[in-house]
Every structure is written in structure tokens, then in C-alpha cells.
């Protein structure tokens, strides 16, 4: 079932081009089994061919994505009781755990708000991570752009893996596996150059 569904969200991208894009990553933001290894790199390919622009694939992508992890922040920020009965009313639709959610819990509790960025390259984590950032009423802002700086970065890299793989952009998933650590690392990376960028522009600002 999970594999045509995902095959019909392959089907829309081609079929409807940006609002295929914008509905499968809104919708693989909340529900766990749809990979986004799958469907970044064929939307990458799809732009390959000339039919959508790369770079407002890699914007639709990144900001359906973000608009997709909003419902689950908000049933955090309204408490714990609130994610135990959406779990126990729409959990096994969304083929969401109580043991899958509580991984994000320990992952948020351990790394902090910052896990809210690299946890978007681990998978299940990253669909599950906005329930205890929003339990923990993390800054709605600081959220909004942790959530879409991790989005782009993720979205880019398998999109851009798409695009120059071409017709073997299935290849993706593989290389994703691979060195999916390599890639948190160079999330990593990113974070500490954001953070730096806004020290020294505060300090430019305050001169």
C-alpha cells in the first residue's frame, strides 16, 4: 500500500509539476512512511528534463515541508495529554508510535532546539521532532527557521542528487543511506556558520 502511494505522489510531481511537489512534501512532513529520499530526487529529475525550474522545486519543496511540520508543533505547544490522545486517535493512520515519538522526545532532550535542524535528515525523527519542540513551547520563530534552514539544506542536496543523476536518480536513496552521517555533518557545519554570520552582523549592527 505505502509503495503505491508513494508511486501516485511520483505520478502527481510529474503529472502537476509544482503543486505535485508542494502536496508530496506536505504530506511526507507528517506521515512517516513517505521517504524523501524518494521523492526529492525524482522531483530533482523531473527538473532535469527541462519541465520545472530547479531552483522553485528546491523553494516549493522546502516550504511545503515546513508547512507540513506546523500541525504537529502546534499539538505539542498544547501539551503532552494533547500528543498522547492524537497518538491514540490518528497514530496508526499516520503509522506513528508512541515508542517512534518518544525517540524524538529523548533526541530533542539530549541535543536541543538545534536538533530541530539536523533532525530533518533522520528519518522518522525528522516527521516527529515538531511534537517536543512544540511540548517544549520552543520560540515559534526559532522553529520557523531552524525548520526551514534543515528543510533546504535537505531539500537541495537530494534535489540537486536528482537532477544530476538523472535518469538513475534512484541512485539517490542509495548514496542518502551511505552517508547520511557525512550529511548531518555537514548540517552541523551549517548551523555553526549561521551562528556565526549573526554574531558578526550583530556586531556590525551594534558599530
Known amino acids: 500500500?505505502?509503495?503505491?502511494?508513494?508511486?501516485?505522489?511520483?505520478?502527481?510531481?510529474?503529472?502537476?509539476?509544482?503543486?505535485?511537489?508542494?502536496?508530496?512534501?506536505?504530506?511526507?512532513?507528517?506521515?512517516?512512511?513517505?521517504?524523501?529520499?524518494?521523492?526529492?530526487?525524482?522531483s530533482g529529475f523531473v527538473a532535469s528534463k527541462g519541465t520545472l525550474n530547479l531552483y522553485l522545486v528546491i523553494i516549493v519543496a522546502t516550504f511545503a515541508a515546513y508547512l507540513g511540520s506546523l500541525p504537529f508543533y502546534i499539538i505539542g505547544y498544547l501539551g503532552e495529554q494533547k500528543v498522547h490522545k492524537f497518538l491514540e486517535k490518528y497514530g496508526k493512520y499516520?503509522?506513528?508510535t508512541r515508542e517512534n515519538v518518544q525517540k524524538g522526545y529523548d533526541a530533542f532532550e539530549k541535543y536541543g532546539n538545534v536538533f530541530v535542524l539536523t533532525g530533518r535528515v533522520v528519518p522518522i525523527v525528522r516527521t516527529l521532532i515538531s511534537f517536543p519542540a512544540g511540548a517544549s513551547k520552543m520560540n515559534f520563530w526559532q522553529?520557523?527557521?531552524?525548520?526551514?534552514?534543515?528543510?533546504?539544506?535537505?531539500?537541495?542536496?537530494?534535489?540537486?542528487?536528482?537532477?544530476?543523476?538523472?535518469?538513475?536518480?534512484?541512485?539517490?536513496?542509495?548514496?542518502?543511506?551511505?552517508?547520511?552521517?557525512?550529511?548531518?555533518?555537514?548540517?552541523?557545519?551549517?548551523?555553526?556558520?549561521?551562528?556565526?554570520?549573526?554574531?558578526?552582523n550583530n556586531r556590525k549592527k551594534k558599530n
Not at 144 to 161: D, F, K, P, Q, V
Not at 168 to 177: G, L, R, S
Open 143 to 200: 522553529f520557523t527557521i531552524y525548520t526551514l534552514i534543515g528543510t533546504a539544506i535537505w531539500s537541495t542536496l537530494l534535489i540537486l542528487a536528482g537532477y544530476f543523476l538523472g535518469s538513475q536518480w534512484e541512485d539517490a536513496v542509495e548514496y542518502v543511506n551511505r552517508y547520511e552521517n557525512i550529511i548531518i555533518g555537514l548540517m552541523g557545519v551549517s548551523l555553526f556558520g549561521y551562528i556565526i554570520y549573526n554574531i558578526l
Open 1 to 42: 500500500m505505502i509503495t503505491s502511494f508513494v508511486n501516485w505522489l511520483v505520478n502527481i510531481i510529474e503529472t502537476l509539476g509544482y503543486p505535485g511537489v508542494a502536496l508530496s512534501m506536505f504530506i511526507e512532513s507528517f506521515f512517516a512512511p513517505i521517504p524523501s529520499e524518494v521523492i526529492l530526487p525524482f
Open 94 to 96: 499516520l503509522f506513528i
